[in-house]
């Protein structure tokens, strides 16, 4: 069993998405393991976006991050993380798969309704940064 830290960022909060994309998750058979709804600060971004700080995009991203509440989730089942990231899509909605979360609820490549780790390290390391060993339910 893996898991996988899923933030529905302000854009999809915002326009009530929430449900919706959890549905998509809970559908494929991805169980939640830890929920919460919370501010990200631009120190909390600064830790959970370390490998693009010298992005040129980096202001901006911290910008739309800060911008309203987020759900942070983790979420757990066999391939979490390939699975989240196939149900996401592209990173840029214009070329992620028609059905895709991206597809149907994203606005811009900023702007892109969810995040999902990467990689079992960046899993780790970025559930540990929203949630403490006592929320998490395994
Ligand atoms: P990912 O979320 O699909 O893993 P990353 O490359 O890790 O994509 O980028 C993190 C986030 O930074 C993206 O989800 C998006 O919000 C933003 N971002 C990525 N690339 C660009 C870009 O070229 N312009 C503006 N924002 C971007
Ligand atoms: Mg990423």
Do not use: W
């Amino acid at each position: 069993m893996e898991s996988t830290l899923v933030l529905i960022k302000p854009d999809a909060f915002g326009k009530n998405y929430t449900g919706e994309i959890i549905k998509r998750y809970e559908a494929n058979d991805l169980k939640l393991q830890a929920l919460k709804l919370l501010k990200m600060t631009p120190e909390l971004a600064s830790k959970h976006y370390v490998d693009h700080i010298e992005k040129p995009f980096y202001p901006s991203l911290v910008e739309f991050m800060t911008s309203g509440p987020i759900v942070a989730m983790v979420l757990a089942g066999e391939n979490a993380i390939g699975k989240v990231r196939a149900l996401n899509g592209a990173t840029n909605p214009e070329k992620a798969e028609a059905g895709t979360i991206r597809a149907d609820f994203a606005e811009s490549v900023t702007c892109n309704a969810v995040h999902a780790s990467d990689s079992k390290e960046n899993a780790a390391r970025e559930i540990d940064i929203f949630f403490d060993k006592t929320e998490v339910f395994a």
